[in-house]
Every structure is written in C-alpha cells, then in structure tokens.
C-alpha cells in the first residue's frame, strides 16, 4: 500500500519530485528539443523568444516545477492507495495521471502561449517533453515505491 501521513507526505514529495527531476536531466540532455521545455515556461513568464529566455530563469522553474510534481505525485498516489488494492496498482494508476497532467498542462497552457515556437517545432518540443514526463514519472514511481517500503 502508498500510505503516508500528510506530513510525510510533505517531506517526501519535494524530495521525489527533486530526483526525479534530476533523471530527466540526464533524458533532456540527449533529446533535440530536450532543453527546450524549462526555456518555454521562461519565454511565457518574460515574454521573450524561447531561444533568448532566461537560462537561470528556466532552471529555477525546472527545479521548483519538480519538486512541486512530486508532492502532486506522493498526493495522487496516497489519495488512490485508499480507493485501490495494493502498491502496484496504485502507482501504476498514479503514474498514468500523472503523466497526462503532465503532459496535458504543457501541450495547452504554456506551450501556446511561448514566443519563438514555429507549429512545426511545437511538435518536437512536446514529444520531447513527453518523454521526459515520462522518465520523470518512472522514477518518481520507484521513488514512492521504495520509500513506502521503508516508511
């Protein structure tokens, strides 16, 4: 079962969401377009080009942006640990809201609204941040596993 109180549920979603962060640098690093979503969310804030965005800017969103997934994550997953039976459903479960917030929140509301992001390259950026919201929620997924194991 994915049961936390909500104090530790506080710790441990920020600390996810962290690491989970950190391995989607590793995916963001190899991807064409994979350094582009952090400079989108950058572009909407400022109003710059995303080429021009601030990179200290897009870093900063990236690692609060993190941090903040992972407590909706521990969140998602111990709201569902009491409606459904057993971890593996639960996180699997978790893992697929997860993942369409995710990805959904970043097609529709930041994307759009970014300078500098031609229809075609649109395209690119969001498979690349898919995969990466991918990597994201995997390890987030094993993180929570691994640590209600302890906990």
Do not use: C, N
């Not at 897009?58 to 971890?87: E, N, Q």
Request: glycine share 10%; proline share 5%.
């Amino acid at each position: 079962m994915v049961e936390f109180s909500l104090l530790t549920g506080l710790a441990i979603g920020p600390t996810v969401g962290l690491l989970a962060t950190l391995a989607m640098d590793l995916v963001m690093a190899r991807l064409p377009e994979g350094e582009t979503p952090p400079k989108v969310a950058a572009s909407v804030l400022t109003g710059e080009s995303v080429d021009t965005a601030p990179a200290r800017l897009a870093t900063w969103i990236h690692y609060v942006a993190g941090a903040g997934s992972g407590l909706l994550f521990v969140g998602i997953a111990a709201a569902l640990g009491s409606a459904l039976d057993g971890a593996v459903v639960t996180l699997t479960t978790a893992s697929v809201v997860q993942l369409a917030l995710m990805i959904g929140f970043f097609a529709f509301v930041p994307l759009p609204r970014a300078t500098g992001v031609p229809r075609g390259r649109r395209a690119r950026v969001r498979r690349a941040w898919a995969i990466e919201a991918t990597a994201y929620v995997l390890v987030a997924a094993l993180a929570v596993a691994a640590v209600g194991r302890v906990v």
